[in-house]
């Protein structure tokens, strides 16, 4: 906890003992582990939030636990039994009550909804709508999003891949409009797992595609979604013994060696843009500091074919992944900045594509060795960055072009600075 305190980071707490996971396919778990809170009593679950409360309060002070977040996750497993909902809904207020004794602007909410199947959604409705009727309805609602559907078996719970390339923006849509209808319009909407896929065994993580899918759906539900969370940082969380390489297909944006794979660099430059908000299309961003400067992030992310959906996550070979995608036609962006001073402009673009800063590129070119020293992750780490390129453009008749040439994949940071 000092860790993140000390970098500046707050605290987003789960109390619903998530199950410990990690999956070769959405079929096959290499480690699964589940829990329960459900047989603790609830004068015995009150004493051990109290004793939590009491402790962060005596350590952190109350200005900074309001600056927090808690939730707690409902078991999917749940879903549909008689008095689950009625059990959810008495530890959530007694979480609730006791958090804000000592921190009442501490958000508090739940529980974890799986949007995007069918049976899940069916029971959205009625479960907000008893739960906006509580004595202590939630701050937020918080939902789990992954790009699958339900398969046809009943018990294949996420054996089909969803091949919307919109799919979080339209389930987004559908979830703002379950809770309007139950009178949680004003309650804020939290995506607080998020990613391509549950697969630590999928190649297509280690690619600059993954970046771009990043930076396009972040750039798609702008203004949709109050908070949005990726799941997880770092590839060594899904570490195993079959993990030898430099790479494994882990779905963080770290690698297991430190190496920031493009999915980490999306969102570091997603990181550097300005405060202010000026416009956004299919593919770009456009923000500025309000001091003649502006920051973009554009993509050109490619749709994933049938190939892909027709090849298990585990099995997609790592030297071929061009052969998943809808096309490889490259990009011309050709941005207008309008009612901008005139006069002359840095523009400053760092790119990432599947040659520049990939990893699995650099690794390619190794032959894929699996014994790399020190000294071989040592060059990895220089060489898998982003290339800047600098050049100067001139405003006439306040209207400043910005353009941006990007191959398949590719994804781009572009900073425009006044000069003169």
């Known amino acids: 906890m000092i860790f993140l305190l000390e970098h500046e980071l707050k605290p987003y707490i789960e109390l619903g003992l998530k199950p410990k996971r990690l ?65 959810y809904f008495e530890r959530f207020e007694v979480i609730y009550e006791t958090v804000k004794q000592y921190a009442d602007h501490l958000e ?13 959604e069916s029971q959205t409705l009625p479960f907000l709508r008893q739960w906006s009727e509580q004595n202590c309805p939630p701050d937020f609602i918080s939902v789990l999003y992954y790009p699958y559907e339900r398969g046809e078996v009943n ?23 379950i809770m309007g209808k139950a009178g949680m319009s004003r309650t804020k909407l939290y995506i607080t797992e998020w990613n391509l896929t549950v697969s630590d065994r999928n190649y297509i993580n280690d690619t600059c595609f993954k970046g771009a899918y990043i930076v396009k759906n972040i750039i798609d539900n702008y203004g949709q979604l109050d908070l949005l969370a990726y799941f997880f940082g770092s590839d060594r969380v899904s570490e195993y013994f079959d993990s030898r390489g430099l790479l494994h297909g882990g779905s963080g944006l770290i690698s297991k060696d430190g190496i920031l794979k493009p999915a980490g660099y999306a969102f570091r ?15 770009f961003i456009v923000t500025t500091d309000g001091h003649d400067s502006y920051a973009i992030v554009c993509h050109n992310q490619k749709a994933l074919n049938y190939n892909y959906y027709l090849t298990r996550e585990d099995e997609i070979p790592k030297d071929s992944i061009w052969k998943y995608f809808e096309d490889q036609e490259s990009l011309h ?53 982003p290339r800047l390129t600098i050049r100067t453009e001139q405003a006439s008749e306040h209207t400043l072009p910005i353009v941006c040439n990007m191959k398949a994949n590719e994804f781009c940071f572009i900073r425009v600075r006044k000069l003169s």
């Open 23 to 87: 999956y070769r396919d959405v079929q096959n778990a290499i480690i699964e582990e589940r829990h329960n809170i459900y047989h603790i009593e609830v004068p015995a679950y009150r004493k051990v939030i109290s004793a939590m409360m009491r402790h962060f309060h005596n350590r952190y002070r109350r200005s900074e636990l309001n600056t927090w977040r808690m939730e707690l996750w409902f078991h999917e497993d749940q879903w549909g039994k008689k008095g689950a909902a009625e059990r």
């Open 108 to 120: 508090v909410g739940g529980c974890g909804l799986r949007i995007g199947f069918s049976d899940i």
């Open 155 to 177: 018990q294949d719970r996420y054996s089909r891949r969803s091949s919307d390339n919109e799919g979080m923006m339209h389930k987004v849509a559908v979830m703002r409009e």
């Open 269 to 283: 430059f997603l990181s550097w843009l300005y405060n202010y908000f000026v416009v956004k299309g299919k593919n």
């Open 333 to 385: 962006l050709n941005l207008q900045l309008k009612d901008v001073k005139n006069g002359k402009y840095q523009v400053k673009t760092y790119q990432i594509n599947e040659k520049i800063g990939s990893p699995i590129h650099f690794w390619a070119e190794m032959g894929f060795e699996t014994e790399l020293s020190r000294k071989d992750i040592a060059y990895l780490q220089r060489v898998c960055g």
